[in-house]
């Protein structure tokens, strides 16, 4: 079986894909023709594709994040890869074939990330600081284990929120023996909190996000976040105007760093300014990553990174 | 007794006014000399004062915000009038004279306008918007009748915040009656709510902002209020997700329009929108009034207005 | 007769509409054949269209901006609706049908409009100032009736531009009831002033601009209305640099508040801050309207709207 | 007699100055002595200088922009230069001192700039264009002989304005002798046009701007240059809509390329193009020039030049 | 022959031309059948191209940057002209064509040009100057015979680097002339250094840029140039510090005048001023002059300039 | 002794201090008298001091950075604090004070943390790398011992750019383990070389820097530090487009991540994104700590920090 990302032009192949996309549309014949407009997708990549001359059975066969058992040709147009499906039909029980190798996820499992999560939270010394978190990670805690930590921009994949949380937590544990000065348990409070609400600013599924949430766009993860910890504290009996509730609300509300990124007010606690700064390090280093293991070997140059000031990245070697 | 808006190079006076900030200094002779540094102030205006050669009993004798009666003789010094004290000594009960004769204050009453806002709330004909603005106007409801709206920028005097809602409230009814499509509901609750944590964001006095709270510095009191609609629900018992409540945390966040001017979203309600432009509206026509009302009628120009790209505004005259 | 906004995927419908543009164009087939690409259009949408197979006959029958009557066929193409013409004639007298009934329209008749904004000019008391306007608005008198306020960003319909200044009087006038520190004689000229070049700035047709005129790019609306003003000056015998005529240039030349938005200089008057916002308002305002009117009611969400930093409005339901 | 800019630390000197500035003010010693603010300039810079324990006489004796005699002290206040007067006393006739020997000119006399301006507008082969130009530079032609090009900065002296235009055409012959496509009637009209309004703009003596005019701060110089050539037209019997009218005024509204530099509309001319950069270059080249000869030899950078970005100039030697 | 810029709709035509690209793509039909997708150019523009039901003798024969003799006709597609090429074949050495005479041109000869800049530098006075100027040419001798400028910018063509570099000159002796006090030997070494690392920063073949090189994406021409300069004292015993070095440096990395335009330091010398200034108006002019000659004479607009803030020029006829 | 930072006004104390600056000014009585105008320091902050009436030995017996004992009164001037000095002498060798104990340190000697520097380049496994780095610290050695690393914005002080070195490289070490697909020789070859010209760009004594060099304003330390590895690749026979000498230089010169921040090119490699990071997050760190750590315990706000947005950080206590 074919991975998406080693096809190349005029390959011809047999696979089973994620069928990420589908929709009838019509060609411009006269008579028009019904085709379906079609994304192929795994773990590595993803390819538009098209089922031209579909028929009455194939109109309703095929839905989006199904998977399928696909018999291809690989053309060129417009200078893109496109796949012509010569047959195509839903994988059966028996093909033996699950959803999730499909997609693409984070390099750890989702399991062991929350896991992990779960264990720092567990260290918090500090008892309200750990019952805020506890409450607001409760609000998540099932779509946590597959939600990406963007649409696009980074992460954006199954897993990707944890698997971002994990790995700065990790460099948030360097930087507190570096820097003896800052509270361990408000940077990693503020690690696990800065972007709890993104489960329910997107709508994601399998890792991939269709579309922001109505909530998402009216009121954004930032403000949700700073709201949950002010339902929390209400509901736990906390002040809501006490100093832990408002450094962890300051945490949050103050990780964009700017008002032009989404930041109502900037750092103003050391806290605040070290999460920011490890938030953006692993967020740019992880596209940087991601860049290169999606780029084909034989490529010096990455694609342009949108988050990178639209610069690709490139392979030295010597 | 001169008004200190009308004090000029050479005046000498006599009169009662408001001490707005007092100090001791030294100057720089040798031996050194203690001095008083002053703030005089009332209605109109304020001006810097020196009483040279304090005595002991001068530096126990006066606090900041008292009121105090002045002999004095206007100087100019760097270019600025500034008043040399002949006597002064604080005001006493015989006197008769009552601090808020002493500050700027907005032009309607404190009471007057507490009362408008709160028929405006009754008016409304949402059950739970009424009381989730009912809950927060009562989280500041004594500090608003003498909060400003700004520190310098707009309404920074006496009922100012106050002052500001009723004018708004006054051109949203006229904008809900040219434009019926408005939710009027949810526009009134946007303008009584859109500043209602102003009170807490800034330690004000007599209508004066002498500095940001802790609280105003690391959340906001676009934040503070959006928390206060969360607390509001989940006290009331109003889910924290309703559309109601979405929206009025949306008008709340966006109404300052842009990112970099303080909002974490952008407008993306037509209430939304009409908030914010009656906000901007009120506030730049009150400086400009304000500027206007306190330039001297001999003066063409008034003084730069920081809040108006640092314009000063023209007395067309014909 | 099924409106445009009302036609969805599959349709087949027979009405009259607006040939809004039409091309001859070819296929890529070999031979090519000739086609028709065609945009239609009625007071509530547009769509492309397309007919196949056009005779010589067809070529020649049809131009832009010319009523047809059509049989067609809706379809997708590219995630877009398109018609497929079955059908097509040029309307005839004996159909009954006119022009105006099928563009977009202000929703008050410009006779309407135009008589108000005629009857204010009579009420302006200065008559030097109600001279300027006359001579002005006598430029563009017949342009006016049917004259947009803009290419697309607002007010893009016949009688646009008369209806963005009747609105804009509507709501000057309460703001000079609410503040009657303005010169109502000013703020009415300006209102009726700030946009009057733009019927000659831009090249339009119902309603509908197809380009910028060659003066409008080398000089702007801005600074023509500027250049009208003096020239109404030098004819009415009215001197050149008197303040009612530096007061109606500045009010004309600041109303877009900021050089990067086309104003050389900045309002410095009360007047010129009001005319700003009163235009700005109504504009936006506007814009929202118009967006939730052409939404169909399915729809929560508002195609994105360029003049409001690109968002989308929602229409919250409770 | 000792120059100004020769001036140092400790010197006693004895020479005739431009009075500046003079303003009566008062120490805050007890009781306040008076004595007298002054601002000393020659045309090689100006010095601040105190006359101390000034006399009832002294106080009516001076008046702003006359010469005096001067003997004073050089002293150092606040890590500046400043003179300490010894004795003071208005210029005589017998002393055959003139006013134009103490201010800073442009290297070239008035006389001859003008001379060299009108002999370029005699060249000017297109009637229409000759007589709008000559029509303009008849509003100010008593004030060029000199006015300044700018406040501060560049050209801020006598004749300043007259000098930057002649350099300009200077330059602008070279290029159209380069690029032979230009129009050359255009670009020199448009060199003479472009700040043709400055000496109405802003208020000037002796080559020193004191502020801006009503109109220079409502309507500003870019937009009087083209109401004027609106004016020009129409006593000229010139079409106000014809090419060369719109043409000209394309140049002087858009010379300063970009709406935040306070061009209405950009550059859409081949001799806009060229007029904008031949404005930039000289005038840069102006302050570059100036900076390095009020720069003391001794000196390897000038002071910080506005400007120029806030940048100083080296003087490389090698 | 007809010239490409003079091919209109329906136009039938044979000719030779430049094939500036061509690779073989499929259509959508079943079963997929293979077309060549050509881009067509000569000196005076390109066209798009398609070699419909290619052979497989077609598929073989061509290759980029080779000439062609074409039967073709002009149609168009998507608004564009489209060539539907019915003969072609490749030019064989008795047709007597040369690639030279296809591709656009400086107006001067290669040979010239460099000739003129060889003149300059011998005429450079300071021996050190000249010897890093002439090692610095010497890197890339070969390459400015047929460099562009840019890629698409301006000066996009064969030669028009050492064209740039050569009217850059001529204005740069003209101010020298103007404004004695600049060091004409710094003034001419900085422009022909400024731009020296070009033709390595960009892969060009007959003056068309494919793409930017490694050296040129992760150094870019300006660091090039002034490690090149310390490369050059190296290796000729000059002080990598003297001030000739740092002078020549800071001219080459201060030429774009703003960070945000890659200058990584600010002009801070009288030359660097000079330098930036002429090389802007000389691009900026060229682009104009370039744009108004490759526009057909019946077109009063060029297309958008996106060197111009995306400006179009018009032609002024009067 | 008394600490700087811990002395209050009217504190009278005698001690050690550095002479930071001292300069001989004049009073404005009559006549005028002389003073020393002095800057005192230690390692812990500075005040600024006077000594009225400054004799003729006073005037010859200072210099700055000089170490004093000094007999002194804490007075208020202008709102801030000020030395009245009652007895001033230079400090003896008796005295047993040293220079290095009275200024602001690394909190690690220069030794070791040069000693550290030493060993990772010891540790570069490429050769050519470990070449190249060792020629360019060749050329500062001997500064490294003092330089700070920057004017004020961080790591002011003694020793602060090896310190900045060393908690950089602990950064990278870890962020190589975490991410091992970056490669370790180039991101501590670029840590060490990013800011190795700095001691060359300022002229510093002590750590304290008094001015930028004429070769930090014209070339800038970026660009240097690219020309030293320039000439290191001449010197050592290394090619100068090396696939290494090219990433060095790019790592270098993008570090500053964008252009308006003076890098001419930005980050193009994965070890140039995470070198941005990991610069901008120890420097904004190090500010952080070090403004806590100078602000009086007492104090819950630092003062505005200039590089971080100008914010004050805050002590959150609970």
Known sequence: MTL????VNQDEFVGFYLLKEVEVKQTNATPPKDYLD???????????????????????????????????????YRDRLQVKIMQIRPAKPEDGVKLTDFIRSAPI????LIHTIKQVIADISDQEIKDIV???????????????????HHHAYFGGLAYHMVRMLELGEFICKQRPFLNEDLLKAGIILHDIAK????????????????QGKLVGH?????????????????????????????????HHNLGE??????????????????DAMDAKLQMVEDALNTTPDTEDWTPFIRGLENKAIYRLKF
């Open 4 to 7: 998406i990302r080693q096809l």
């Open 38 to 76: 079609i994304v192929l997708a795994d773990g590595t990549g993803e390819l538009p594709a098209k089922l031209w001359d579909a028929s009455s059975v194939d109109k309703e066969a095929f839905f989006p994040m199904g998977l399928v058992k696909v018999k291809g040709l690989v053309q060129t």
């Open 222 to 254: 930032i403000s949700m976040a700073s709201n949950w910890i002010t339902e929390a504290a209400v509901r736990l009996g906390i002040g809501t105007e006490s100093p832990k509730v408002l450094g962890l609300q300051h945490l949050v509300l103050s």
């Open 134 to 152: 506890t409450f607001c990670v409760g609000k998540v805690e099932e779509k946590l284990e597959h939600a990406p930590a963007a649409k696009s």
């Open 261 to 278: 990124w989404g930041s109502p007010v900037q750092p103003q606690m050391a806290e605040a300014v070290a999460l920011h700064f490890i």
């Open 199 to 214: 489960p329910e600013e997107m709508v994601a599924q399998l890792g991939i996000v269709s579309e922001y949430s109505v």
């Open 109 to 112: 499992s989702s399991t062991e």
